[in-house]
């Protein structure tokens, strides 16, 4: 797995897109390192919150690999088109939060790897876009949806038709992006975030972001029984009587136990 770094640090991980040669393009084997790297901390009860950002200085990744799509068939794009989206669903629907620290460009399928993360933070110089029609195809990873989801629609189509890239504090305005940072703060920024969030009892974040992303995709009443049953369940945890013992005793230096 060289084409994908992976490093913990305490309760945290942080995942990093590493194929600079092609400013983090998205080749089969970088998604097939991603999987394995994204299985990797989903099973480990250890790691309460991920970040993915992307090699180097210049790009968090500069979309699909576009030399190894070129000359695929209709059914190998969409072999590829498949793989590319289950590796960005198990990032979607991972037990636990992860973080995109956006560091450069995010075009194609990177911006559709940011989308697919639960918060993006990006340096202040980061350019995000979906520049597939302008090469003869339509996004790929879930473009079409999350992007449509996550901005207003009239805005998620003007970006896709007219393959412009737009920079970063457009993005922030759109609510692409949560904040911005100068580029050399950002992974402090994330990890920062990364290790509020893992102050946490993990299983209810992790039973927040079940409820959020379950409740998204279906009516109000539908995403309140969700709501209601990932609630319950965290009655049944050791975190909940513990978080809950600490308020009541006044504890203010919790240690949750992701039990
Ligand atoms: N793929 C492959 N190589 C790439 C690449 C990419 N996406 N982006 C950059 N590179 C390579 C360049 O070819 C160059 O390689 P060498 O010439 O050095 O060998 C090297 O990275 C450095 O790039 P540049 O020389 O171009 O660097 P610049 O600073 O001048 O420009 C740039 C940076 C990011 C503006 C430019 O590289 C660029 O425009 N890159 C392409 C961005 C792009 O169009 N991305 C979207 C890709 S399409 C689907 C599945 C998935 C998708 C669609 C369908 N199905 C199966 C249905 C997803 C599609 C996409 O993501």
Avoid: H, W
């Avoid at 590829?80 to 990032?91: A, S």
């Avoid at 393959?163 to 580029?183: D, F, Q, S, T």
């Amino acid at each position: 797995m060289d084409k994908v770094l992976l490093e913990k640090d305490g309760n945290i991980a942080v995942i990093t897109i590493n194929n600079p040669k092609a400013l983090n393009a998205l080749s089969t084997e970088v998604l097939q390192d991603l999987e394995a790297a994204v299985n990797d901390v989903k099973n480990d009860d250890d790691i309460y919150a991920v970040i993915v950002t992307g090699a180097g200085n210049k790009s968090f990744v500069a979309g699909a690999d576009i030399a190894e799509m070129k000359d695929k068939t209709v059914e190998e794009a969409a072999e590829y088109g498949r793989f590319g989206n289950k590796v960005f669903r198990e990032i979607e629907t991972m037990n636990k939060p992860v973080i995109a620290a956006v560091n450069g460009f995010a075009l194609g399928g990177g911006n559709e790897l940011a989308m697919a993360c639960d918060i993006r933070l990006a340096a202040d110089t980061a350019v995000f876009g979906q520049p597939e029609v302008g090469l003869g195809i339509t996004p790929g990873f879930g473009g079409t949806q999350r992007l449509a989801r996550l901005v207003p629609t009239g805005i998620a189509k003007e970006i896709l038709y007219t393959a412009r890239n737009i920079k970063a504090p457009k993005a922030l305005e759109i609510g692409l992006v949560n904040a911005l940072y100068p580029a050399e703060e950002l992974l402090d920024a994330a990890k920062k975030m990364a290790k509020g969030i893992a102050k946490n009892a993990p299983k209810a974040v992790a039973a927040s972001k079940a409820a959020i992303n379950k409740g998204l995709d279906g009516t109000m009443d539908e995403g309140i029984n969700v709501e209601v049953e990932e609630f319950s369940n965290c009655f049944a945890t050791e975190d909940q009587k513990y978080g809950m013992d600490c308020f009541l005793n006044k504890v203010k230096d919790k240690q949750f136990k992701n039990k």
